[in-house]
């Protein structure tokens, strides 16, 4: 969620991307990448010396994800969130934060629903997604029609989006990246992939009439030319980056990092005893 300023429009057609989100779960949801993420999550939980007891879900696909977190607590994706104040050790926000007006928004009203000490989590398209098909959108519209649409929602880098940690007062902030390719027979079959996973275009300006055929065509030739599968030269490649966010509720109990100066050992001789050892 980004609150628009007064004088700047908003970014996603909230009633649009309910919309797909409905059609793609009653059409036959593509849900490869939510169950990676949530194998990632879990994987990432498992690590930590901690049993969560009261844990909640924000996302677009409940159905989904209660079942990968039976035990916690489902709430929709909307710009004021259904948490309450300091009632969960662990909150996972789950592959809705691409589409939100406000992050950081989204991200402080995670936090207040933690308890002390409490995990957020994050798990959303960021990165590098999709700019094989931005660009072949790009280029071919411009070809055929001279003109340029909102096609492919902006993805936010890695350090921008893990910046909203710090911003929304989480301690010891982690962000990363877990990046997939995937294959397909040309654009259209991607475009349909992308609407069976309720990830079509639900933005504000987008154009609201169809897209031309040919537009299509030129595009699946471009990303043909430039972004064919390694493994099958006759298909087309798309990334999908999944960026992982990663924060605490502060606690006097965690770890303080030092202040500047304060080291009483010298970078020198650290270095000089590490290799003294390996001697």
Known sequence: MRTPA???????????????RDRA?????????????ADEIQDRLSDINRRFTAPAVVTGFPALWSEFFPDARIVPDDPVLDLEPGAHDLVIHAMALHWAEDPVGQIVQSARALREDGLFIAVCFGGQTLHELRAALAQAESEVTGGLSPRILPMGEIRDIGQLLHRAGLALPVADLVAQKASYRDVIHLAHD??????????????????????????SAIMAAHHADRDDPSRIAATFDLVFLTG?????????????????????????????KKT
């Not at 007064?6 to 797909?20: E, F, K, M, N, Y």
């Open 248 to 276: 605490w509720a502060p606690s006097d109990t965690q770890q303080k990092p030092l202040r500047p100066g304060s080291a009483t050992t010298r970078l020198e001789d650290a270095l000089k005893e590490l290799r003294t």
């Open 194 to 219: 992308l609407r069976a996973m309720g990830e079509g275009n639900a933005m504000a300006a987008r154009l609201r009439q169809p897209t031309r055929r040919d537009i299509f065509a030129r595009a």
């Open 25 to 37: 779960i009653r059409q036959g949801f593509v849900d490869v990448l939510h169950r990676l993420a």
């Open 6 to 20: 007064p004088d700047r429009p908003a970014l996603t057609d909230r009633s649009a991307l309910l919309r797909q």
